[in-house]
Each structure stands twice: as structure tokens, then as C-alpha cells.
């Protein structure tokens, strides 16, 4: 069985730049190869040396020829391809012998490196893996901590050894640019910068992320200071850091904004992407304590827990804040437009004082929907959700509005059903429900679903217990024509008798 051929990428100079792939890789080898000028000194051995281990078969490959001249019979391009042909040759020795060989390459194997030109001659030959690496043009933007491109811009790599008016063109008409393989060819790369009139924005990196670095604009670099490792970046004019393309909004009185998230009912499993990012994104969360302590501290934002009953004082408190470029999130347990803080919120925002303040709103699981989901579909067909507090609607209205649902046959979500202010109420609601509703209708209550306390109950509308009720549960009536299976899952079919 033959060995198995690596193409190894170390990144650009900084050896903890080296993948914990590409150190294992290198540590458990049997051959390791690298390339080197005629001086043998090898960039990519040195960045190897920390992960190489006693016992192992190293193949220096070194060029014939880099920038001199050569006397082979086919130009430069003649000694180059002799020497990768031997140099692959020299490798396949050591697969065919089932040995597994590393080739390193500076950067990425792919991009511009050495290794490529084993990988056409061995690939097909052996099995073989590539090892990406970074590369010289994300360490060098790294270095002069510039962003190359952004949103949909272009990024053009191009190399020195194209001439000087090609260069310029594509220099004049890209969005952003990186010019490798400089060396003896930066005359002409920095001549053609300054024909495509971008020499005023252009950056200068050598040995990008090693000991070495040095960077400036390319203007002021003296040509006979630049070695091979070393690039010409033209960073695109949106990543200036003098650019205004996108202001912050703190401060501005005019980008702020209140979102209203819901987090679902209870488990962090039912919180949306979508609410998860407008909470991240919040400057200050406001919120009834209990449901802020719901959400992961973060020491970055600002934190505004209230009673439960001061639902237009949050609001407020959210609209001024946003009116002073805050970015404000208010918190509501299950979904906010259900018997919570979003209509609060509009309600207040709708005051004169809060015109121009936007609020948007992100949808919640619901905890009706939550209830059905735990014991199947019992919201299967037509259904209501109703409040049974008095609060901010007096309780002849709930009896009334109870009175009709049921005659109506619809399911029903019941909200808030029994506080200790009022105790009696969920027992009324009972009765009500008794004028139009056969004893034997399915009852559902849930309690803490979601949470560390969940639990479900499946009764009927006779043997319901309204005292072993509370806020933290939710009460799901069924119609006539809901259904509880023989494996006890409980639905409401999706026709309806005629």
C-alpha cells in the first residue's frame, strides 16, 4: 500500500498561524519536504521546526534557479520544470515505499505555492490531502488592520511579474487589490499604482505576521529594501478609517430603537434566532424581572427590571431611551402581541412626545401554541384566546365574552386564569362554560411548560379542579369535537359535522 501524499499550509509567518491540522499532520509524518532557494534556508521549515519530531525523513528541494539566470538548454522555464519533475520523482519514492509525506508550503498550498506543482505530477498517482493554509493577503490585512472589501466589492490578487500597464488597468478599475511577488518587480508594481491613480491609498507589508513585519505606505518604501515575502495592498476607500459610510447610532437621537422581543414560553429551545439577535444587539433590556433573568447577562448592556404592573412606564422608559440613540429591547415571555408588552408599547409611542421613534416588533411562541404542541393539536381547528383578568377590562365583559365562545364552539386558550386577587373567578368561568359545554368536553392545563416545574393535565370540563390552578398555568377548553386518542394525545379534527 502506498503512502499518502500532504500538501500542508503553514500561513504567512507567524507559527502559531499553523493549524492544529497541519501541526498534527507534520508531527505524525514519516517524510517531510520543503522547498528552499540555493542559500537552503527554508521560510517553511522554519515555521515547521516547532511541530517536527526526532526520527523523521527530510527532503530539502532546492530551486536551481530563482531570480539569475540559468545556462539549462531551456531558459529558466526549462531548469524549473526539470527540477519539479526530479523533485516529484524523489517523493513518489518515498509513497511507493508507503511512507506518508508532508510537502509544507508558506501561506496556502493553493495560493501561488510550490506544493501545486507536486500536487499535478503526484495527485492522480497517490492519495492525497490539501491542508489549507492562511494566506500572505489575510495576514498582510491583518497587519495593517485594514478590512480588504466589504458588502459586494471586488477583491483582485494579482501578481508583480504582470507589466506595468496591465497592472494599472486592473488596479484602476477594482474595488480593492492585493500585488504579490514583489522583490526586484516593485518598481513597476508601485509605477503602475501610481498611473491607476491609487498610489495615495496603497500599503506596503513585509513578512506579514512574523518577527519581521514591517509595514508603510507603499510611496514611501525604498525599492531596494524589498524582499520577495513582501506585498502591495490597495484596501478598498469603504474600509478607511476615516470612512462614513456607516455611523453609529449612540448618541443620535434619530437611530435609536425599541424592539419588543419575545422569548417564548419558557425553555431557551423556543427563544427565535431572530429574538436571540435583537437581544444581542441591545444597548438595554427592560423587562418584568422574572423574564429578564431570562436572558444571559451580558455586562455590555444595561439592565431594567420592573413590577409586572407598570407595563406604560416601560414603555416609556424604552421610547425615551431610544429618543437618545439607545438601542432598547423589551422583554416578554411567550409572544409579545398576546397579552403582553407589544400593544403597550405601541400605545404609548403613539403619545406625540415618541413620534419618530421606530419599534418593531419579534414574534414569540406563544404559550397556548406550547400547551397544544406538549399534548398534540388541540388548537387543530377554530380557536380563541381569552384573558380572564380584570385588570384592564371588567369582569362582566370576560363573562359575556366566555358566554359566546362556548355557545360558538370554539376552543379555547385561557390566559391569566386565577390570581390570588381573585380566586374565585377561574370557578365562575367554570360555570359559564357549563351552560354550553357537555361535562365530558377535554380540558388541558399546563403549568410551567418549557420550565424546570412542566407539567400537563388532561381532564374534562366536569372533573376540572379550578384550585389547582395559577398564573403559571395555561387552560386549554376543548370544543365538541376534540378528541383524546387511546395513547392520550389530544386533537380537534380539522372538519367540523355538517
Not at 495527485?123 to 459586494?152: I, N, Q, W
Not at 444587539?281 to 455590555?300: F, M, Q
Amino acid at each position: 500500500m502506498s503512502g499518502r501524499l500532504y500538501g500542508v499550509g503553514l500561513g504567512p509567518g507567524d507559527p502559531e498561524l499553523v493549524t492544529v491540522k497541519a501541526a498534527r499532520l507534520i508531527g505524525a509524518a514519516d517524510v517531510v519536504a520543503f522547498h528552499a532557494a540555493q542559500h537552503g534556508r527554508s521560510v517553511a521549515r522554519a515555521l515547521a521546526a516547532p511541530y517536527l519530531r526526532d526520527g523523521q525523513i527530510e527532503e530539502l528541494l532546492v530551486y536551481p534557479v530563482t531570480t539569475g539566470t540559468t545556462d539549462h538548454p531551456g531558459g529558466y522555464q526549462g531548469a524549473i520544470d526539470e527540477f519539479y519533475e526530479a523533485a516529484a520523482a524523489r517523493l513518489a519514492a518515498h509513497l511507493d515505499a508507503g511512507r506518508d509525506v508532508v510537502v509544507l508550503a508558506e501561506g496556502d498550498p493553493f495560493f501561488y505555492g510550490s506544493y501545486m506543482h507536486m500536487h499535478k505530477r503526484l495527485a492522480h498517482r497517490y492519495p492525497t490531502e490539501v491542508v489549507p493554509g492562511v494566506t500572505s493577503v489575510s495576514g498582510a490585512a491583518a497587519a495593517v488592520g485594514r478590512p480588504l472589501v466589504e458588502r459586494d466589492e471586488v477583491l483582485t490578487v494579482l501578481p508583480g511579474t504582470l507589466g506595468t500597464d496591465e497592472l494599472a488597468e486592473w488596479l484602476a478599475t477594482t474595488d480593492s487589490a492585493a500585488v504579490l511577488k514583489l522583490g526586484r518587480t516593485f518598481p513597476q508594481v508601485r509605477e503602475a499604482f501610481d498611473r491607476a491613480g491609487v498610489l495615495d491609498r496603497a500599503l506596503y507589508v513585509e513578512r506579514a505576521t512574523s518577527d519581521r513585519q514591517r509595514t508603510m505606505p507603499l510611496a514611501d518604501v525604498d525599492p531596494a529594501s524589498v524582499p520577495y515575502f513582501s506585498l502591495a495592498l490597495l484596501p478598498s476607500p469603504l474600509t478607511s478609517p476615516t470612512a462614513t459610510a456607516y455611523r453609529s447610532s449612540a448618541g443620535d437621537g434619530h437611530h435609536g430603537e425599541v424592539v419588543v422581543v419575545g422569548l417564548g414560553p419558557g425553555s431557551r429551545n423556543w427563544t427565535t434566532p431572530e429574538a436571540a439577535e435583537a437581544l444581542a444587539a441591545a444597548d438595554d433590556l427592560i423587562g418584568y424581572g422574572p423574564y429578564l433573568d431570562r436572558v444571559e447577562v451580558n455586562p455590555r448592556q444595561e439592565r431594567h427590571p420592573s413590577d409586572n404592573r407598570v407595563e406604560a412606564d416601560r414603555a416609556a422608559h424604552a421610547l425615551k431611551l431610544a429618543q437618545n440613540g439607545r438601542r432598547v429591547a423589551v422583554v416578554s415571555s411567550g409572544d409579545p402581541g398576546v397579552f403582553a408588552m407589544a400593544a403597550a408599547v405601541l400605545e404609548v409611542a403613539a403619545q406625540p412626545e415618541y413620534a419618530g421613534v421606530r419599534v418593531r416588533i419579534v414574534p414569540g411562541l406563544t404559550a397556548a401554541q406550547a400547551v397544544a404542541a406538549k399534548v398534540g393539536a388541540p388548537l387543530g381547528h377554530d380557536f380563541c384566546v381569552l384573558s380572564l383578568s380584570d385588570v384592564l377590562k371588567p369582569w362582566d365583559v370576560v363573562v359575556d365574552r366566555l358566554r359566546h365562545v362556548a355557545a360558538a364552539d370554539l376552543v379555547i386558550a385561557l390566559y391569566n386564569p386565577r390570581s390570588k386577587h381573585r380566586p374565585h373567578q377561574l370557578g365562575e368561568a367554570k360555570q359559564v362554560l357549563l351552560e354550553n359545554r357537555s361535562p365530558e368536553t377535554v380540558v388541558v392545563i399546563g403549568r410551567d411548560v418549557g420550565g424546570d416545574e412542566e407539567r400537563l393535565t388532561v381532564t374534562t370540563l366536569g372533573a376540572f379542579d379550578p384550585e389547582t390552578v395559577d398564573m403559571r398555568c395555561l387552560v386549554l377548553v376543548g370544543s365538541s369535537q376534540t378528541r383524546v386518542t387511546a395513547s392520550g394525545a389530544v386533537y380537534t379534527p380539522r372538519t367540523y359535522p355538517k
